[in-house]
């Protein structure tokens, strides 16, 4: 009897605990919370990568990359960590998941390209004078090209008993961490460095373990569906469905768009059903990222607006309300480290690699001392002269390198948000870049006026946005955040880095339809497409109230009387993919 009393009380507590395991899963469910290269960076034959988990049990699991499982020798677990094993000559860039107890986990892209930079603790940093957080220990060399980088940087840091801890060979950028341990010892080695005849510049890095990309500005009382009908959402979703149905004469090809932000939380509605394998069907956008532990951050936002899922109440995705005709839309969202700007350019410089042709970049910086429209002191997101200095030799390695190796890229960039200029190089990075491949966004809002969608009146300038003629156009600033309950409406969220996304899930979409199209011609259709906001100035506004680059006539067929010329441009999203099957037809 005892025998039996025992048998039934190992069953049942073998029950409970099962019971308590699928309810510990359910509570917390299976998510990539962090991924990033570690080890030796500058190893690229095996490349290693440390894995943050959550909601992984003690029992046997499956990592599978692109679809096919790694090896168990690959895998090294401790806790909540694990840590993978890739070889390249075996391997691509693609989606990486977990999967265990029937669960899967978020998708995140795992990049092969090799360019990482390594993150400052919080106690390798400090304060300068200008009050800012900047590295104490870690810069980058960005090396002259007529100089073989890897092997040039390697003989600086042994001259200068330094170390190379990171690098983005394309770009001939080499990170190091300096023996110094206060910024005076950094800044004397700093000094030495850039005079060595061999480095172009040197870029310091200035940014918090967890500052946010770009601030947010005040939100409207109420933020309703009429903001993104201002830019004809709507109309261009229908006409995408309608002009380019499955069996039409228009075949699309599929797009990547890659987008510098930490992580979106696969726990929201907006984003519940991009678990797993994704690409198993061909037709639909997948998203890829590490997974957020709130629904209302910034990269789950600015990733709804590409591809947040419909009516659950938070966002609604413009690329996701193509799937049903779409030809797979990749979502990849990816900020490499915490490293600021340099992680942002490393991340962004992997991706291209990796095939994406749109970069999302709603982010950016001011010079300390820029002043706003109205001759004030912008006081957030401001970073010193030297680090700026250093940073615009980054960016502009980075655009002349997209114009080399790859002409058909564009990068989107926000306008900012501190009532600035956008195009002053004094002032603003990366806006103030003046080339084919960078578009700049403004923001607006709908205004108090009763009158047509098409008219000037119906919008007006968010007051926060950043301006001037640098701005290409000006789109929606105001949408609606994911939320972790299904059907509820989410807050408004407003800020030029919702409306950098709106045009360049468009861009997305018109590559989809002519893959061929350049970036100037993309501007084209993007500016002849546009309406209008504001008032006509005669080509010669104040500045306050030059919000983007005027219309042309050369953007109206060359009529000089056309009500639109002088005003500024304004998104429109049908129009624009009306014109681009237009001159799909014609090329044809």
């Known amino acids: ?31 990539v919370e962090q991924l990033q290269r570690c080890g030796d960076l500058l190893q690229l034959d095996v490349q290693a990568f440390c894995l943050q988990i959550s909601g992984l049990d003690d029992a046997g699991f499956q990592v599978s990359l692109n679809g096919t499982p790694l090896p168990a020798e690959a895998l090294e677990r401790d806790g909540d960590r694990l840590r993978i094993s890739i070889n390249s000559a075996e391997s691509q ?32 940093v400090a304060k300068n004078m200008d009050g800012i957080t900047t590295y104490v220990d870690l810069i980058s060399l960005i090396i002259e090209e007529s100089h073989n980088g890897a092997a040039e940087a390697q003989r600086l840091a042994e001259k200068y008993d330094a170390e190379v801890v990171g690098m983005i060979p394309p770009l001939n950028t080499y990170q190091l961490r300096l023996p110094a341990n206060n910024l005076d010892e950094r800044d004397a080695l700093v000094l030495r460095l850039g005079n060595e005849v061999s480095v172009d510049a040197v870029v310091t890095e200035e940014s918090g373990a967890e500052e946010s990309i770009e601030s947010e500005t005040s939100r409207p009382p109420d933020a309703d569906d009429q903001e993104w009908a201002s830019n004809r959402f709507l109309d261009a979703v229908n006409y995408y469905q309608r002009r380019l149905h499955t069996g039409g004469d228009i075949e699309t090809q599929p797009i990547r768009i890659g987008v510098i932000e930490r992580e979106v939380d696969f726990d929201t509605p907006d984003f519940a059903d991009y678990l797993g394998e994704c690409r198993a069907d061909s ?18 936002t600015v990733a709804g607006v590409f591809a947040a899922a419909w009516n659950e109440g938070g966002n609604s995705g413009f690329l996701r309300g193509l799937d049903d005709v779409g030809p797979g839309f990749d979502v990849i969202v990816d900020r490499n480290s915490d490293a600021g700007i340099t992680a942002n350019v490393a991340a962004s410089v992997n991706l291209v690699e990796d095939g994406v042709r749109v970069l999302n970049w709603s982010w950016g910086i001011h010079r300390v001392g820029a002043i706003d429209i109205n001759g004030k002191e912008v006081d957030s997101l401001v970073r010193s002269g030297i680090a700026m200095s250093g940073y615009e030799e980054l960016l502009e390695e980075f655009f002349l390198w997209l114009r080399e190796e ?14 600035s200029f956008s195009g002053s190089d004094e002032y603003r990075l990366p806006s103030s870049f003046v080339t084919d491949q960078l578009f700049v966004v403004g923001g607006h809002q709908r205004s108090d006026e009763d009158v047509q969608i098409a008219d000037p009146r119906y919008v007006v300038k968010r007051n926060a946005s950043n301006i001037d003629m640098r701005v290409d156009i000006m789109a929606a600033a105001c949408v609606r955040g994911s939320t972790a309950v299904e059907d509820e409406q989410g807050e408004a969220h407003c800020g030029t880095s919702y409306a950098t996304p709106l045009v360049a899930g468009l861009l997305a979409a018109m590559m989809s339809i002519d893959p061929e199209l350049t970036p100037a011609q993309l501007r084209m259709l993007l500016r002849r497409s546009a309406m209008t906001i504001g008032e006509e100035y005669d080509f010669e506004p104040t500045d306050a ?34 014109l681009t099957v237009q001159s799909l037809s014609r090329d044809r």
């Not at 669960?103 to 995140?108: E, G, I, R």
């Open 545 to 578: 109230d030059d919000l983007t680059a005027p219309i042309l006539p050369s953007e109206r067929a060359n009529e000089l009387n056309h009500p639109d010329i002088g005003l500024s441009a304004r998104l429109d999203m049908y129009k624009a993919l009306d």
């Open 406 to 419: 790859h002409p058909d890229v564009v990068v989107v960039n926000s306008a900012g948000n501190a009532s």
């Open 1 to 31: 009897m005892a025998v039996t009393y025992l048998s039934t009380f190992r069953r049942l507590s073998a029950l409970v605990l099962m019971v308590i395991t699928t309810a510990a899963s359910a509570e917390q469910p299976l998510r």
């Open 283 to 300: 037709q639909r956008t997948c998203v890829y990222a590490r997974d957020a532990a709130k629904p209302d951050g910034h990269g789950t």
């Open 93 to 124: 860039s693609g989606p990486l998941w977990l999967e265990q107890h029937e669960q899967t986990s978020n998708p995140v892209w795992v990049s092969l390209k090799g360019s990482n930079v390594v993150a400052a603790t919080d106690q390798e």
